[in-house]
């Protein structure tokens, strides 16, 4: 994905600065990495709806590719990370944004009136929005609770909208080596998603498909050192080995 601000230098170093604040590479490597979440899709005119956002660099980053608007949910900016609201108002005042609406709302419980949108992004949260650590398959009241979630999220879609969703699975080789300290070799981190509360993405396609949706696709990241072999690479088995996210 190219970066739509590329020719305006002091945005481009502005936004550069957030993307290395939150411990990613760079601006050019973070977009390169929008690419496995927004695929073909183009922001542009579009109106968003961004589940989880943390410091906020997802949603400002959407809003820079030409989104018409976005709103920004994060349950967690009171309390113990109320530190996000200054981070959020900062970062929309550096890069002179309007058009971005932080909310402290959960997700399952806010009113969104009547309001709708053609993308909602839910990046690293979708399983949180309800926690457990049933296999949601073998588990009614996890299924029943998930699929309520993803068909809200499809009421709140406009006819042809699409949801971009990315999570770890629940199963991978460096989340299963976290508790011994193990890092992955091509960031140096350790994997700090708890696997017995996220469901795997076979099981999110069939929630999915009952909530509503006409279709699901999914597809597996590659860290970046090895994006050229994603022909080779970029499948279930291979992804237990590697980011094990979806």
């Given at each position: 994905m190219r970066l739509r601000i590329a020719t305006d230098p002091e945005r481009l170093a502005a936004f550069d600065a957030m993307v290395r604040d939150d411990r990613h590479h760079s601006a050019a490597r973070y977009a390169w990495a929008a690419d496995r979440l927004f695929g073909e899709i183009?922001?542009?005119?579009?109106?968003?709806?961004?589940?989880?956002?943390g410091g906020g660099l997802r949603s400002v980053f959407m809003a820079l590719q030409g989104a018409e608007s976005v709103v920004s949910l994060e349950p967690g900016l009171a309390g113990s990370r109320g530190h996000y609201t200054i981070v959020q108002r900062q970062r929309l005042q550096k890069l002179g944004l309007t058009n971005v609406e932080f909310l402290e709302a959960d997700f399952n419980v806010w009113d969104a009136g009547s309001r709708q949108f053609d993308v909602i992004v839910s990046e690293s949260s979708i399983n949180h929005l309800h926690e457990s650590t049933f296999h949601a398959l073998h588990h009614q009241e996890t299924y029943g609770r998930y699929l309520d979630?993803?068909?809200?999220?499809?009421?709140?879609?406009?006819?042809?909208?699409?949801?971009?969703?990315?999570?770890?699975?629940r199963y991978g080789l460096f989340s299963a080596l976290r508790r011994f300290g193990v890092r992955r070799p091509w960031t140096g981190k350790r994997v700090s998603?708890?696997?017995?509360?996220?469901?795997?993405?076979?099981?999110?396609?069939?929630?999915?498909?009952?909530?509503?949706?006409?279709?699901?696709?999914?597809?597996?990241?590659?860290?970046?050192?090895?994006?050229?072999?994603?022909?080779?690479?970029?499948?279930p088995l291979y992804n237990i080995f590697l980011t094990g996210y979806f």
């Open positions: 183009d922001l542009t005119g579009k109106r968003v709806l961004e589940i989880g956002s979630i993803c068909r809200r999220m499809h009421h709140l879609l406009v006819p042809g909208g699409v949801a971009c969703i990315s999570d770890a699975c998603a708890f696997w017995r509360i996220h469901q795997n993405p076979g099981v999110w396609r069939r929630i999915l498909l009952d909530a509503g949706f006409r279709s699901v696709d999914v597809s597996y990241p590659l860290p970046h050192r090895l994006r050229y072999l994603g022909g080779l690479l970029s499948n």
